[in-house]
């Protein structure tokens, strides 16, 4: 995948200040977890679609996921681009045996795959988080119970003599 394609259409969809969100404390400087990064390009090749899986600890529950950002270009919203992103990275998280995913955004957008404040209360984002905005997955039952404590990077580096 061109990575300044996926960068170009990140700041289309979330603009420049993204960088600065909390979840991307989780990111920098990281891979996404192997094998869930995923993108759907439109019929002439140029990516319409993103959509990454990080590796994370969440506090005692271990090892987990962190979904984000998913992106869908604004010519191309409202078809489905969305919500095939999410099932096919959901779908392969669970395959790839991952036990639960954590995400930051529209509780009304994602709550639809099953994504709650609920497991997630009592653990905490390396810095701010609109309230009700930081949602969990468990993709085992139970992945999430109890689950205290901060949510920390855990993936991959990237490699920077290659940047």
């Known amino acids: 995948m061109d990575a300044p394609a996926r960068e170009a259409l990140l700041?289309?969809?979330?603009?420049?200040?993204?960088?600065?969100?909390?979840s991307e404390r989780l990111r920098e400087a990281r891979l996404p977890s192997q094998g869930l990064a995923f993108t759907a390009t439109g019929r002439d090749g140029r990516l319409i679609g993103t959509v990454r899986l990080w590796d994370v600890i969440a506090g005692s529950a271990g090892r987990a996921l962190l979904?984000?950002?998913?992106?869908?270009?604004?010519?191309?919203?409202?078809?489905?681009?969305?919500?095939?992103?999410?099932?096919?990275?959901?779908?392969?998280?669970?395959?790839?045996?991952?036990r639960a995913v954590l995400l930051v955004g529209d509780a009304a957008y994602y709550g639809r795959f099953g994504f709650s404040a609920g497991p997630v209360a009592d653990l905490h984002m390396p810095g701010p988080v609109e309230a009700g905005r930081f949602l969990g997955l468990e993709l085992v039952s139970g992945a999430l119970d109890g689950a205290e404590g901060p949510v920390i990077a855990c993936g991959a580096l990237k490699d920077r003599r290659r940047q």
């Open 11 to 22: 700041d289309r969809a979330f603009g420049r200040r993204r960088r600065l969100k909390t």
């Open 67 to 98: 979904l984000g950002p998913l992106a869908v270009d604004g010519r191309h919203r409202s078809r489905g681009i969305g919500r095939a992103l999410m099932a096919r990275a959901l779908n392969e998280a669970r395959v790839r045996g991952h």
